[in-house]
């Protein structure tokens, strides 16, 4: 066990460093196009940090034949990921990030309204009010109907990202566009290779120490697979760059959503929602991570949308209460 959790460590490590390195020829981008932060951040910058929860729940389904490990992982990385925003605006709260940012509102506004698709049904299902099985409609053998419309309202978010406004104009770029995508391709590759020997690691540490895959899930691979999140925030956060920091999260958040539905299309035998019906704890805890995250992207929504914080007590209590959610959900859960 010593062994795997030094593996894990290990690659952590190595997904942090190089999604550093990513993070800065983001910037660098940013500095040398006319594309808003906000779409690099909230599409290609989101797309490359969240290839980790993709690649895992690829993993997690068709390798591991472990459907909980994905949803736990997409669901826990989603908790992680506002909890990133949160902490790094405590962190940098001499910025008062969230009354400089002009972007996200919209897209996050689509991620409630993927995070309800998501979780009513199941709930309605959980009280015995609804069969899911007849919910969830199958239109192409395994693949049902919700995963369609969250695939529909990713669609809409990019258009959303690219409406939106930006306010980073600081700085030129000395840099090619030609280095900045060989540097950014060759990083994304460590990401990438990373990423999927992290998720043999996890499966491993959950069956030793006998954890709900979805817990594991939640937990291990959740964390792990935001950290390239992680150090991209503080990276751009840092360059002052907060477009594209908040459209990282919220780029990252609205892609993972839509990874289960992706992975619902090409990686598994039957309407992979049903299996939460028949596993009463993943269930549960998939339930839990839904109604935590539904609350977390509302309050992070009143962040974005209320008038600048004349106090700084007043201007913290969105991250504080994002803070305490996360913490409800460890206590719950264990």
Request: net charge negative; no cysteine; glycine share 6%.
């Amino acid at each position: 066990m010593v062994i795997l959790f030094g593996q894990y460590f290990l690659l952590a490590f190595v997904v942090i460093y190089a999604t550093s390195k990513l993070g800065y020829f983001v910037d660098e981008l940013d500095k040398k196009s006319n594309i808003s932060g906000a779409v690099i951040g909230g599409v290609l910058l989101a797309t490359i940090t969240s290839m980790p929860e993709f690649i895992t729940s690829i993993t997690s389904t068709v390798v591991l034949n472990e459907p909980g490990l994905a949803f736990g992982n997409v669901l826990g990385s989603n908790l992680f990921n506002i909890l990133i925003l949160a902490v790094a605006d405590l962190f940098f709260i001499k910025h008062l990030f969230f009354n400089k940012v002009k972007s996200g509102r919209r897209t996050n506004g689509l991620i409630i309204i993927m995070y309800a698709i998501f979780a009513l049904p199941l709930l309605l299902s959980s009280f015995g009010w609804l069969d899911y099985d007849t919910a969830g409609v199958s239109i192409a053998g395994s693949f049902s109907l919700i995963s369609l419309l969250i695939i529909v309202i990713y669609i809409l978010s990019i258009k959303s990202m690219n409406a939106e406004e930006s306010t980073n104009d600081d700085g030129v770029s000395d840099l090619s566009y030609k280095k900045i995508a060989i540097m950014f391709s060759l990083w994304s590759l460590v990401v990438f290779g990373s990423s999927y020997f992290v998720t043999i690691v996890v499966d491993q540490i959950g069956n030793g120490l006998n954890l709900e895959a979805s817990f594991a899930g939640a937990i291990f691979l959740g964390v792990a697979t935001s950290l390239p999140e992680l150090t991209a925030v503080i990276t751009l956060m840092k360059l002052k760059n907060y477009e594209a920091a908040l459209g990282n999260i919220i780029g990252s958040n609205v892609f993972n959503l839509t990874i289960i539905s992706v992975v619902d299309f090409i990686s598994y035998k039957e309407n992979i929602f049903n299996v939460l019906v028949e596993d009463q704890a993943l269930r549960e805890n998939i339930s839990l991570l839904l109604i935590l995250g539904l609350l977390n992207s509302i309050i992070l929504m009143v962040a974005l949308l209320r008038k600048k914080a004349l106090s700084i007590y007043t201007y913290i209590i969105p991250s504080v209460l994002i803070l305490v959610s996360y913490f409800v959900y460890i206590g719950l859960s264990l």
